[in-house]
């Protein structure tokens, strides 16, 4: 059983930053992948990044550019640094981790972006 804690969410304004953390109970060596999603009110859950065991990326097309996953396998930690928020940025983002077949998440971190 993994355990995955979110921190690092809030309230910031348009064009601003914030960096989002998932830190995992257990080694994320073993980890196939792992990301972020996200879901706003009203909306379906949506990937926003995911990292693989080989250290490749991928993003939504609304977030490249402006988010960067990274892992810190010394701390097993993920982060999800959001540069250049917008307003549809807004949302509760999810830790997920996916590995032996079955797929861990976290409790969820509110981001609201607004002036």
């Known amino acids: 059983q993994v355990q995955l804690v979110e921190s690092g969410g809030g309230l910031e304004q348009p064009g601003g930053s914030l960096r989002l953390s998932c830190a995992a109970s257990?080694?994320?060596?073993?980890?196939?992948?792992m990301g972020w999603y996200r879901q706003a009110p009203g909306k379906q859950r949506e990937l926003v990044a995911v990292i693989n065991s080989g250290g490749n990326t991928n993003y939504a097309d609304s977030v490249k550019g402006r988010f960067t996953i990274s892992r810190d396998n010394a701390n097993n930690t993920v982060y999800l640094r959001m540069n250049r928020l917008k307003p549809e940025d807004t949302a509760v983002y999810y830790c997920?981790?996916?590995?032996?077949?079955?797929?861990?998440w976290g409790q969820g971190t509110q981001v609201t972006v607004s002036s």
């Open positions: 997920y981790d996916q590995r032996l077949g079955r797929t861990y």
């Open positions: 257990e080694n994320i060596f073993s980890m196939l992948f």
